[in-house]
């Protein structure tokens, strides 16, 4: 079970691995996450599903190496068993025929679990306006899956080296500008902090917006409370209650201030990792 | 054979002790904290037993177990025999041996409580237990004319769920076991901890279920792979034994800082993901200098001895009653004692305090008095006006109790919950308002104790049993 069938490098950072998982596919929907251990003495790394079939019985995962866990995964291979692997976790996201315009905006890594809504959402006869985002060109992932998921894409990076220069917050507030009548919902993924800008934005006009939350997680099944964030001024658990919530109610801060919690023991992890494995 | 002394004798005989680590020692590390009965010692505490009949130590064990029996057994120095006498109705002997509340079940209502001391039954369980996993002595093997050919799916792989699970499938049921977490044992595994149950003790006795045929499904969430709904088309019965795992929080200002964490968190990143050895293992925790556990259960008093454990110079619980409404048992508050715990009592935390990064710098408390009792009879804690205080502290860990989960019983259509969330279940036979399922366990009667579950599971067993026998 849980065997790595295809590894892609899409840049530097970020992979992209198809895990057999029959079961997993079959149930999944998009808006759900897995949390896998990649070998025995690992930890539980929860990552969003970016895409499955339930025909081939595989769940697509996209990640970005950050720390010692995703770095140890991203050296996995073909072949490879995962150790652990459960899901799907956390419920769907709210998928509906809207009669305006849908925005999906990914950030970074966050493009991965924008595209299963956007798909979902343009299959239900939505007109989906995607805005994807990246620092640089090298970062952008999964633009051709995205074009195919909407009906207008919008690149934008903040160095100008494809697409539109800037944040994609700005975009949005752009889009908003002169089309907020024809909005009826946003769904915005990726670093708290783009989030959060892309909540400012959408405050402005007074559109709804969906936000997808990445607290650090242990169980993922509502046991521990670790990823616990405060929406609408109550305290709501991530893995259970979410990890979808409305963007203008969550408290972007306090989980910015919570993912930080382990910085230290994860640097040196990081380190006695690399030093262990011989990498620079 | 060792000799059987004459009753005089035995009301002389002094309970004998069980040895264990140095309480200096011991808050070094993870080990396990009682040594266990050598043979000598297990023969000479059964020789006081006064083979009562009726027994009854028995009536106070909601497993059943035959204990005047085995304990016989250790006399004539058959440990085998003994074994085997023991796992005629109980599964997790090493386990409950270890942490059964003995003082209010089966040793509670012990005879010799009258003269003196009563057996130690547990530590005698136990040693029986381990002797048979250290000689290898398994089970025999299930019998194959026995098949009923009908299937059993069970949710949840804590002590109510593998209780279940062994007598079902020694009935000759088909029986599948899913488990949300990736490995079965429940509380056992990731809540009670190392030292005082060592995890290679649960693996074992799971293991000998798994040989009687019962497949345990781990990584497997019910509510979101498969509905309950799903599974009552499938299979023939349905036990639904999911523990209640979600943590409670007090509610005050400060609970979401960095540093404070659930019991439930706290142990579960020691014991299931082994955060006792980081960097060695992956998950990282956080035991800062001073450490304040909120609460005055056996999980309040788990989480303050780990985190001693983990390197708290000072450890602390806060209590807003008095010891004597202590709800842990007397041996756990003992144990916490020896090992330099601080307890604050008759305190009630009001604020958590952090600093400018979000991280926990101090905890306000307010002291309190007793005042009337309560509807529970005990007399209510009330603040005295003006004794706030501030406690520096890095790490706040609230151990208050668990709620019920709802991720099983929203997938499971027709079976009743109550108010609280837990699933409504006849305590006789587990039968939930659904003909196909039956419950048990935690999920039942709010957080309880493993026996209690072992219980609930051997009595679903039954039921079930019946009602597909009669099909
Ligand atoms: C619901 C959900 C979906 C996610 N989806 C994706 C995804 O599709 N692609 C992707 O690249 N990343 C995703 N993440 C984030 C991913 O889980 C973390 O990047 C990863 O756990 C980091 O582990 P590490 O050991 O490599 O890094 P570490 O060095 O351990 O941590 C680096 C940072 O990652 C975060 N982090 C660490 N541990 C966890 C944890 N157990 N849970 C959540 N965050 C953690 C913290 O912010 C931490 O500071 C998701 C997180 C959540 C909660
Ligand atoms: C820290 C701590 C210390 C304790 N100490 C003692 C003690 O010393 N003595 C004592 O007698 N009792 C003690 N208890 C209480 C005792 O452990 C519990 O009463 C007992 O474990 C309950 O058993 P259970 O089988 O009902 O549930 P649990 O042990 O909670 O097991 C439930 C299992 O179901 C799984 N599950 C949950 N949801 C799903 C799902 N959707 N799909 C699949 N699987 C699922 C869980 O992951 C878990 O493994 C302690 C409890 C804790 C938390
Ligand atoms: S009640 Fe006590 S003395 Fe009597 S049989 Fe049970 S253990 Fe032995
Ligand atoms: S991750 Fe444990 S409750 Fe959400």
């Keep these: ?280 | 054979m060792a000799e059987r002394i004459k009753p005089a004798e035995k009301f002389k005989r002094d309970r004998v002790p069980m040895k264990e680590q140095d309480p200096k020692e011991r808050v070094k590390n993870f080990n396990e904290v009682p040594y266990g009965y050598s043979l000598e010692e297990a023969i000479k505490e059964a020789q006081r037993c006064l083979q009562c009949k009726p027994a009854a130590c028995v009536e106070g064990c909601p497993a059943d177990v035959h204990i005047p029996q085995f304990i016989d057994k250790i006399i004539d120095e058959d440990i085998e025999a003994a074994f085997k006498e023991i796992k005629i109705t109980n599964a997790l002997p090493a386990v409950c041996g270890r942490v059964c509340p003995q003082e209010e079940q089966c040793e509670g209502n012990c005879v010799m409580n009258k003269k003196g001391k009563p057996i130690a039954i547990g530590r005698l369980e136990r040693f029986v237990a381990d002797w048979a996993r250290e000689h290898g002595i398994v089970d025999e093997d299930i019998d194959e004319s026995q098949k009923k050919g009908k299937k059993v799916a069970i949710v949840g792989s804590g002590p109510a769920g593998l209780a279940c699970a062994a007598d079902l499938a020694k009935l000759g049921y088909d029986v599948t076991v899913f488990e949300a977490l990736h490995k079965p044992g429940g509380v056992l595994i990731y809540g009670i901890p190392e030292f005082r149950l060592p995890k290679s003790i649960v693996n074992y006795e799971v293991e000998q279920i798994k040989k009687m045929g019962v497949k345990i499904y781990t990584d497997y969430v019910i509510g979101y792979i498969k509905t309950v709904d799903e599974l009552v088309e499938e299979y023939d019965a349905v036990f639904l034994a999911n523990g209640a795992g979600a943590p409670s929080f007090l509610g005050i200002p400060g609970e979401n800082l960095n540093g404070v964490y659930s019991a439930s968190e706290f142990l579960t990143r020691s014991n299931l993901m082994r955060a006792f050895d980081f960097p060695e293992f992956d998950t990282p925790i956080q035991a800062g200098k001073r450490v304040v556990v909120i609460g005055g259960g056996n999980v309040a008093m788990d989480a303050v001895r780990t985190a001693k454990r983990l390197g708290a110079e000072e450890a602390i619980i806060v209590y807003r009653r008095s010891r004597a409404e202590m709800p842990a048992r007397a041996e756990e508050i003992e144990h916490a004692e020896a090992e330099g715990i601080r307890f604050e009592l008759l305190t009630n935390p009001i604020r958590v305090i952090g600093d400018e990064n979000g991280n926990v710098k101090g905890l306000e408390c307010v002291r309190m008095e007793l005042g009337e009792p309560d509807e529970s009879g005990r007399r209510r804690p009330v603040p005295i006006e003006g004794s706030n205080f501030v406690m520096d502290v890095d790490n706040v860990i609230v151990a208050i109790g668990q709620n019920a989960n709802p991720i099983v019983a929203r997938s499971a259509t027709g079976v009743e919950t109550n108010k609280w969330g837990y699933f409504v279940a006849d305590e006789e036979t587990g039968k939930t308002t659904h003909p196909k399922v039956w419950a048990g366990g935690d999920i039942v009667t709010g957080a309880a104790t493993v026996i209690l579950a072992v219980g609930a599971g051997k009595k679903a067993a039954k039921s079930i049993h019946e009602t597909l026998s009669a099909q």
């Design chain 1, 1 to 280: 079970m849980a065997r790595i069938l295809k590894k892609e490098q899409w840049s530097d950072t970020i992979f992209s691995m198809l895990i057999e998982a029959k079961d997993v596919a079959k149930a999944s929907k998009a808006g759900q996450f897995i949390i896998l251990i990649p070998k025995e003495h690992g930890e539980r790394v929860p990552l969003t599903i970016a895409d499955s079939s339930k025909d081939e019985g595989w769940v697509q995962i996209v990640f970005q190496v950050v720390g010692k866990s995703t770095l140890e995964l991203s050296r996995m291979n073909e072949g490879d068993e995962l150790y652990s692997f459960v899901g799907p976790l956390g419920m769907p996201s709210e998928v509906e025929k809207f009669s305006g315009k849908v925005i999906m905006i990914g950030g970074g890594i966050g493009i991965a679990p924008i595209h299963p809504i956007a798909k979902t959402l343009k299959d239900l006869g939505n007109h989906v306006v995607s805005i994807i985002g990246a620092r640089t060109a090298d970062l952008l992932i999964m633009e051709d899956k995205m074009k195919e998921a909407s009906t207008e894409l919008i690149v934008a990076t903040d160095d100008g080296s494809k697409g539109k220069k800037g944040f994609v917050n700005m975009v949005l507030e752009e889009l908003l500008a002169t089309e907020a009548d024809n909005v009826d919902r946003i769904w915005a993924i990726g670093p708290p902090i783009m989030m959060k800008a892309c909540t400012e934005s959408a405050k402005k006009f007074n559109k709804p917006i969906i936000v997808s939350l990445n607290p650090i997680m242990v169980d993922g099944t509502g046991m521990c409370g670790a990823c616990r964030v405060t929406v609408g001024g109550k305290t709501k658990f991530a893995c259970v209650d979410g990890p979808e919530f409305d963007g203008a109610l969550v408290d972007f801060d306090e989980l910015m201030a919570r993912q930080r919690q382990y910085k230290e023991q994860e640097q040196k992890a990081l380190e006695l990792y690399k030093a262990k494995e011989g990498l620079a």
